[in-house]
């Protein structure tokens, strides 16, 4: 069983920068591959990165490309999405998740957190 807890959401302008933090008790983090999520209200949950277990292979929708930026530390068994140049259609409630296998798919992903508020006011 694998836990994730995230932070770093919170209220920020249009403009302005996030960084979150999903941290993985334990010393398993490492074997997974770790995504981000977002839902916003009544809208599906999407796809927004993805790292692999080195943190040398990173995905991203193309929504955020060029904005977000996923990284991961396995020492601290701990992933990273940051998030700049944010815009109000980036408001949602942010998960992080764990996978076996690289895939954009929230299906295939075995692990979430409980997942972090970020809201960009205009």
């Known amino acids: 069983q694998v836990q994730l807890v995230e932070s770093g959401g919170g209220l920020v302008q249009a403009g302005g920068s996030l960084r979150l933090s999903c941290a993985g008790p334990?010393?398993?983090?490492?074997?997974?591959?770790m995504g981000w999520f977002r839902q916003a209200p009544g809208k599906e949950r999407e796809f927004v990165a993805a790292?692999?277990?080195?943190?040398?292979?990173?995905y991203y929708a193309d929504s955020v490309k060029g904005r977000f930026t996923i990284s991961r530390d396995n020492a601290k068994n701990t992933g990273y999405l940051q998030m700049n140049s944010l815009k109000p259609e980036d408001t949602a409630v942010y998960y992080c998740?764990?996978?076996?296998?690289?895939?954009?798919?929230?299906?295939?992903?075995?692990?979430w957190g409980q997942g972090t508020q970020v809201t960009v006011s205009s």
């Open positions: 334990g010393r398993t983090l490492s074997r997974y591959v």
């Open positions: 998740a764990a996978t076996k296998w690289a895939t954009v798919s929230a299906l295939d992903y075995d692990y």
């Open positions: 790292v692999g277990r080195s943190g040398t292979d990173t």
